[in-house]
Nanobody, 120 residues
Framework: QVQLVESGGGLVQPGGSLRLSCAAS????????MGWYRQAPGKQRELVAS???????NYTDSVKGRFTISRDNAKNTVNLQMNSLKPEDTAAYYC??????????????WGQGTQVSVSS
């Protein structure tokens, strides 16, 4: 069974920083795309950032220049460094990974979510 375990959320003042981490474990053949999504109360879940196995990245416009996504393919981890945080970044953040369980079986997995709150 594959699991994604997140860590690093919390409460921070505006302008502060947080680093989210997500580790995938289990019977993993390889991992394709990894990413972070967020969902604020009353809003739809949105993609924050994603990173391919080769390191190519994609960010939603509202976080460009403030957030950085990275991954370690050897450790099956993905991180999200969040700087210059704003109150509108407050949300539950979810790790997502497209995981190959074999050469031909690909499944999307989600972490349990970690809360990020930005407030003075």
């Amino acid at each position: 069974q594959v699991q994604l375990v997140e860590s690093g959320g919390g409460l921070v003042q505006p302008g502060g920083s947080l680093r989210l981490s997500c580790a995938a474990s289990g019977r993993i053949f390889s991992i394709a795309l990894m990413g972070w999504y967020r969902q604020a109360p009353g809003k739809q879940r949105e993609l924050v950032a994603s990173i391919g196995s080769g390191g190519n990245t994609n960010y939603t416009d509202s976080v460009k220049g403030r957030f950085t996504i990275s991954r370690d393919n050897a450790k099956n981890t993905v991180n999200l460094q969040m700087n210059s945080l704003k109150p509108e970044d407050t949300a539950a953040y979810y790790c997502n990974a497209d995981i190959f369980l074999s050469a031909w079986r690909r499944v999307a997995y989600w972490g349990q979510g970690t809360q990020v709150s930005v407030s003075s």
